[in-house]
């Protein structure tokens, strides 16, 4: 079956870095664009960054331009976000997301704390 599984989360002070890793197992990722998408408590689900499955392009929210950034490593079929000059406004929990055409696959979810 399709998994995601999200690792790297935890606790940071502001201004700390964090590495998340997205592990794809049964797929190839190399099939899909790879999402990253955020949601804090009382807010909506907001896409972070996204890799396009053909070209590579990447695209982010403005609210984490120029600290994050996401990249595939489609040998390994596994989809990372470098978070750095984190701030308490990231704190959420983070999901994986990759989808085509056809499919639209989530990952569970990683909690992401920054707080001194």
């Known amino acids: 079956q399709v998994q995601l599984v999200e690792s790297g989360g935890g606790l940071v002070q502001p201004g700390g870095s964090l590495r998340l890793s997205c592990a794809a197992s049964g797929l190839s990722i190399s099939n899909y664009s790879m999402k990253w998408y955020r949601q804090a408590p009382g807010k909506e689900r907001e896409l972070v960054a996204v890799i396009r499955s053909v070209g590579g392009r990447t695209d982010y929210a403005d609210s984490i331009k120029g600290r994050f950034t996401i990249s595939r490593d489609n040998a390994k079929n596994t989809v990372s976000l470098q978070m750095n000059s984190l701030k308490p406004e990231d704190t959420a929990v983070y999901y994986c997301?990759?989808?085509?055409?056809?499919?639209?696959?989530w990952g569970q979810g990683t909690q992401v704390t920054v707080s001194s």
């Open positions: 997301n990759a989808a085509n055409i056809l499919y639209n696959y």
